[in-house]
């Protein structure tokens, strides 16, 4: 069974640094891309960044030049290092894995939040 789990969350002040990490266990038949998305409370989640299996990568404006995401595709696994972070940045943070094939099919992980705060 497909089970993504994400790690690294947690309470830090303004201008700190997280990395999350999201490692998939289990069998999934092709991965095509893992990104991460966040929802902070009241707000509809937002895709925060997506890194393909050919390694392209897409960032939302917001978090470009303070976020970045990597993968290791032998681990399955997909990181988010987090710089700079601002209060605007609070949210629950999700992991998304998608597969393609024969359709497409997504897996989420069950999320990790983050604070940031003084």
């Known amino acids: 069974q497909v089970q993504l789990v994400e790690s690294g969350g947690g309470l830090v002040q303004p201008g700190g640094s997280l990395r999350l990490s999201c490692a998939a266990s289990g069998s999934i038949f092709s991965i095509y891309a893992m990104d991460w998305y966040r929802q902070a409370p009241g707000k509809q989640r937002e895709l925060v960044a997506a890194?393909?299996?050919?390694?392209?990568?897409n960032y939302a404006d917001s978090v470009k030049g303070r976020f970045t995401i990597s993968r290791d595709n032998a681990k399955n696994t997909v990181y988010l290092q987090m710089n700079s972070l601002k209060p605007e940045d609070t949210a629950v943070y999700y992991c998304?894995?998608?597969?393609?094939?024969?359709?497409?099919?997504?897996?989420w992980g069950q999320g990790t939040q983050v604070t940031v705060s003084s």
């Open positions: 890194i393909t299996s050919s390694g392209n990568t």
């Open positions: 998304n894995v998608v597969s393609l094939h024969p359709t497409r099919y997504d897996y």
